[in-house]
């Protein structure tokens, strides 16, 4: 529970990093965060993945079991969920945290609870569909909030940042929420990678997927104007060091996180619990947004609407937690 709880507190914080520079492209951030993600990665799995016990496997014993298809997987995950962290990114840069954090967790945990009503029954269904319909009343007031905001702050041509945001959080929590019963899936077995495995290779594929991700952004900005790739080399040192401490704190997270879990997808029910556990740091991460970067200052209505997306998305995690 303990690492769980960590898990979530690392998921949920990560994005200050990302909003303490907002003249920071989130393109240029991304690259850095996977660097720091798969340093990281690294340096758990080799230091505390290798000190495991004689009735245990180590980082490096289940390396030398690990066959190339769970490799793969691992590896697939990390590509697919870079595809949506990245838009979850560029959400906080549009919409701000306290918008795009509780849109992508809910619309992950939907995703998430889909995934595992076709792997089969939950051990609770009752809980688990409720919590389901609370992610998704949380979604409509996140929906209603942005609403007010707009109008609080309305563009006098095209589409509104903040819908910008909200559409690429709920397209990038969808692509989050398929990516970790993947890399789940890669520790089955007896030719499963382990958790420390899992996310080094999970983090190999964010990093490896990432700057087509930032490519595709910088020609087709949805913020600003086009950019060459080069200009990430003109970054200062605090700006590139942001990014590494974001990525660095989110692979702690996932590290905890998985090391939490079972292993194996056949313990989907149990892993769902788990991933709503993890996405409920999205609720301390949007009342940072609100609280530290004063977000929604000017729009009373969109804050009490945004307190209230939280607490239905704190209620429905805890219930699919309780349910699985």
Same mark, same amino acid.
């Given at each position: 529970m303990l690492t769980l709880v960590l898990a979530a507190l690392f998921w949920g914080a990560w994005a200050n990093t990302l909003r303490a520079d907002r003249k920071w492209r989130f393109e240029f951030y991304a690259f850095d965060f996977a660097l720091g993600a798969m340093a990281m990665a690294l340096l758990l799995a080799m230091t505390v993945g290798n000190a495991g016990s004689s009735s245990s496997f180590t980082f490096e014993d289940g390396m030398t079991v690990a066959s190339k298809r769970n490799m793969a997987t691992a590896f697939g995950g990390g590509a697919i969920y870079s595809v949506g962290n990245v838009m979850i990114m560029a959400g906080v840069a549009l919409a701000g945290m306290s918008t795009a954090l509780p849109v992508a967790a809910g619309i992950a945990l939907l995703t998430g609870v889909a995934a595992a009503a076709i792997g089969g029954a939950p051990s609770n269904g009752l809980l688990v569909y409720g919590g389901a319909g609370a992610a998704l009343a949380a979604l409509i007031a996140a929906a209603r909030a942005q609403k007010e905001s707009a109008l609080a702050a309305p563009v006098k041509k095209g589409?509104?940042?903040?819908?910008?945001?909200?559409?690429?959080?709920? &397209?990038?929590?969808?692509?989050? !929420? &398929?990516?970790?019963?993947?890399?789940?899936?890669?520790?089955?077995?007896?030719?499963? &990678? !382990?958790?420390? !495995?899992?996310?080094?290779?999970?983090?190999?594929?964010?990093?490896?997927?990432?700057?087509?991700?930032?490519?595709?952004?910088?020609?087709?900005?949805?913020?600003?104007?086009?950019?060459?790739?080069? !200009?990430?080399?003109?970054?200062?040192k605090g700006q590139h060091f942001l990014g590494i401490l974001g990525g660095a704190m989110w692979g702690a997270g996932t590290i905890a996180f998985f090391a939490a879990a079972d292993g194996g997808f056949a313990n989907a029910p149990k892993f769902l619990g788990n991933e709503a556990l993890g996405y409920s740091g999205a609720v301390a991460g949007a009342l940072c947004g609100l609280a530290i970067w004063g977000e929604q200052a000017g729009a009373s209505k969109a804050r009490a609407m945004l307190l209230g997306a939280m607490t239905l998305l704190a209620g429905a995690a805890a219930m699919v937690f309780m349910g699985s």
């Open positions: 589409m509104h940042p903040g819908w910008k945001g909200f559409i690429l959080s709920c &397209v990038g929590g969808v692509f989050t !929420g &398929v990516s970790l019963p993947i890399v789940e899936s890669s520790r089955g077995g007896d030719t499963g &990678v !382990g958790a420390y !495995g899992a996310v080094v290779f999970m983090a190999f594929g964010a990093l490896a997927m990432t700057p087509l991700v930032d490519l595709y952004f910088l020609n087709l900005p949805v913020q600003g104007d086009a950019a060459s790739p080069l !200009g990430y080399l003109k970054g200062a």
